[in-house]
């Protein structure tokens, strides 16, 4: 009587429709955690590409390490390094302008100031300077408000 149920079409299409939605939950988790367990293999990975770029276009800026807690207050994209050999912070970001992203670096200095915005590869450096001045200040103002209400120490 049971197995008579099991062979109508409606219990078949149900049986079909849960086994393709654990299919799905189940990528969907299994991406989740190789996302949230790869976020520091990726920091370290961007680490190395900025001062590979820095060293190219001769910047004395040398990232040493990820900070180890990120701000909680809603940011640009991007992660928060210590330099080498100072009390800065540099934190690399994107901007978006006309659906093209750029990478930028901020050097933010104790003071909770943005001492300078810079592009950290070479695609980015033929696009910033067609970047608005009104862009560059809107990023300047978020960062400088991230760094003021978050402790660095």
């Given at each position: 009587?049971?197995g008579?149920?099991?062979?109508?079409?409606v219990?078949?299409?149900?049986?079909?429709?849960?086994?393709?939605?654990?299919?799905?939950?189940?990528?969907?988790?299994i991406?989740?955690?190789?996302?949230?367990?790869?976020?520091?293999?990726?920091?370290?990975?961007?680490?190395?590409?900025?001062?590979?770029?820095?060293?190219?276009?001769?910047?004395?800026?040398?990232?040493?390490?990820?900070?180890?807690?990120?701000?909680?207050?809603?940011?640009?994209?991007?992660?928060w390094?210590?330099?080498?050999?100072?009390?800065?912070?540099?934190?690399?970001?994107?901007?978006?302008?006309d659906?093209?992203?750029?990478?930028?670096?901020?050097?933010?200095?104790?003071?909770?100031?943005?001492?300078?915005?810079?592009?950290?590869?070479?695609?980015?450096?033929?696009?910033?300077?067609?970047?608005?001045?009104g862009?560059?200040?809107?990023?300047?103002?978020?960062?400088?408000?991230?760094?003021?209400?978050?402790?660095?120490e």
């Amino acid at each position: 009587m049971i197995g008579a149920f099991l062979k109508k079409p409606v219990v078949r299409e149900l049986k079909d429709k849960a086994l393709f939605l654990g299919w799905i939950a189940g990528f969907v988790i299994i991406s989740a955690l190789l996302w949230n367990l790869s976020g520091d293999f990726l920091s370290i990975k961007l680490m190395r590409a900025v001062n590979r770029s820095n060293n190219i276009i001769e910047r004395n800026l040398r990232l040493d390490a990820p900070v180890s807690h990120q701000p909680d207050k809603p940011s640009p994209t991007g992660i928060w390094y210590t330099l080498e050999n100072s009390k800065d912070l540099f934190f690399v970001f994107t901007i978006m302008q006309d659906g093209i992203m750029i990478l930028c670096g901020a050097q933010v200095a104790p003071n909770s100031k943005v001492v300078e915005i810079f592009p950290v590869s070479g695609h980015a450096v033929k696009i910033f300077d067609h970047l608005s001045a009104g862009i560059v200040r809107i990023y300047t103002r978020r960062i400088e408000d991230i760094a003021a209400e978050w402790s660095f120490e």
